[in-house]
């Protein structure tokens, strides 16, 4: 490596890997995390990055990403899903299999991989699917897909409704030390519901769908990893009822994780009624009750939840343009998961900025036993800088994501992302376009 050493001074270093929050200076150098200490001399030529009044941290680390590509480079492409990580203080994303082709054989897993290195702004790493073709009938090739750099297996988008095949995936995927991450959902309960069952759905005439379709698949595959000793990690959790059950399972001993996305977080149901059936509030688990909502958040506070993960789902403004029950389901949120985040938990004192920090980048790491989310000297030159207090302003122009599907456009939102560091290399400014990859 051979990039011009970069000495961050003056800022707030958040480090949850090490319990550090305190004021430091950062160096990177070739490539890596050089030193973390008071008052570090430049080295020449050195770049010296004033962040008085900003927040230093591990770049962010997302396990639940669609690049789509390869197949739907209309929606999105490694190289603009990246360049929107980067935007959003994302320094390492797990890329779901969902592609056409399917991510199930060696190949496919092994072209990704390529075309990260070759456009990628960020460190990428697919995950590969469970079943050949995402049809819940045969296991893929987990095998040689973890000799290609998969990181997990899933059928995210789908369920995996036969359970037999879960349970082989999950004693397979423990031989090669793989967690299993599963789109729960029983598709014979959800029967064409296209937002969560209840008083809203039943106002807007729209078919509901229950909170039981996720929690009873919850409860099937805890027993399953438990019969197995696999390693279940859940996707996107939206209901207390699947919460209740990781917590008994956990207690139990049974080796689960989960997630939450920002907008089960933040959003309700009520708000598919209040946006006047804007698609954008269209996503799978749908948005759901105002009791669900706090059942999540208070499983941030006791530990249930283990991470926070976008669930970047680009779609393109003609698709989402169709009526609300025929769009399909799915939204943005690399570039506005830092603020919206900010300014719903930080700002009104609900969430610890380092809490926050360790949801974003050092817990998701440790899930899927990534080298990420710390700012230890020898560590991937990793960093993002931000501001808890600037506004970001989120418009349709303003993301680098090919698709612009938020439910946040036309928000101001409290808190905004400065510069991005990979490996050591600038990838995103705040106010300039047209930067670089940096070979993930």
Same mark, same amino acid.
């Given at each position: ?307 926070? %993960?976008?669930?970047? @789902? *680009?779609?393109? +403004?003609?698709?989402?343009? =169709?009526?609300?029950?025929?769009? $399909?389901?799915? /939204? &943005? ?38 080298? %990420?989310?710390?700012? @230890? *000297?020898?560590? +991937?030159?990793?960093?993002? =800088?931000?501001?808890?207090?600037? $506004?970001?302003? /989120? &418009? ?42 940096? @070979?993930?």
């Amino acid at each position: 490596m051979n990039e011009v050493p970069v000495l961050i001074t003056g800022g707030r270093v958040i480090d949850p890997s090490r319990g550090i929050d305190q004021f430091l200076d950062v160096l990177l150098r070739d490539g890596v995390v050089a030193a973390v200490d008071e008052r570090i001399a430049p080295p020449k030529g050195a770049e010296v990055v004033d962040a008085s009044g900003l927040v230093v941290a591990p770049g962010f680390v997302d396990l639940h990403t669609h690049l789509r590509e390869p197949g739907f480079e209309y929606k999105e492409t490694i190289a603009s899903g990246t360049a929107a990580a980067a935007a959003g203080g994302y320094t390492t994303v797990c890329a779901m299999a969902n592609t056409d082709p399917v991510v199930d054989d060696a190949p496919t897993a092994a072209f990704v991989v390529r075309r990260a290195r070759e456009t990628g702004h960020v460190h990428v790493y697919p995950i590969g699917a469970l079943s050949k073709g995402l049809k819940g009938v045969e296991l893929a090739e987990i095998g040689s897909m973890k000799a290609e750099g998969i990181v997990a297996i899933s059928d995210d988008g789908k369920p995996v409704v036969h359970g037999n095949l879960m349970r082989r995936a999950l004693e397979y995927a423990s031989m090669f030390g793989l967690p299993v991450v599963v789109h729960e959902e029983d598709p014979s309960l959800v029967a064409g519901g296209v937002m969560n069952e209840g008083w809203a759905a039943t106002r807007l005439g729209l078919a509901g769908w229950p909170a039981v379709a996720e929690s009873s698949m919850v409860a099937r595959d805890v027993q399953l990893a438990a019969l197995a000793g696999a390693r279940l990690h859940v996707a996107h959790v939206s209901t207390a009822g699947s919460l209740a059950v990781i917590r008994q399972a956990r207690a139990s001993g049974v080796k689960v994780t989960c997630e939450v996305t920002p907008h089960h977080l933040t959003l309700v149901d009520e708000d598919v009624a209040r946006s006047g059936y804007d698609t954008r509030f269209k996503m799978n688990p749908p948005l759901r009750s105002e009791e669900d909502r706090r059942a999540l958040v208070e499983g941030l506070l006791d530990g249930t939840i283990d991470c926070i %993960a976008t669930d970047h @789902a *680009p779609h393109h +403004a003609d698709e989402k343009a =169709l009526e609300f029950a025929d769009a $399909p389901f799915g /939204v &943005t949120g690399l570039e506005t998961a830092l603020p919206v985040l900010i300014d719903a938990f930080v700002a009104t004192k609900v969430l610890s900025l380092s809490r926050l920090v360790e949801l974003l980048s050092t817990a998701p790491a440790r899930v899927f036993g990534l080298a %990420a989310g710390t700012l @230890a *000297p020898g560590a +991937a030159g990793d960093v993002v =800088l931000f501001s808890t207090t600037k $506004p970001t302003q /989120v &418009t349709v122009d303003s993301f680098r994501s090919r698709s612009s599907n938020s439910p946040w456009v036309g928000a101001s939102l409290r808190g905004r992302v400065e510069r991005t560091w990979v490996r050591g290399r600038e990838v995103y400014r705040h106010g300039v376009r047209g930067e670089s990859p940096a @070979a993930g």
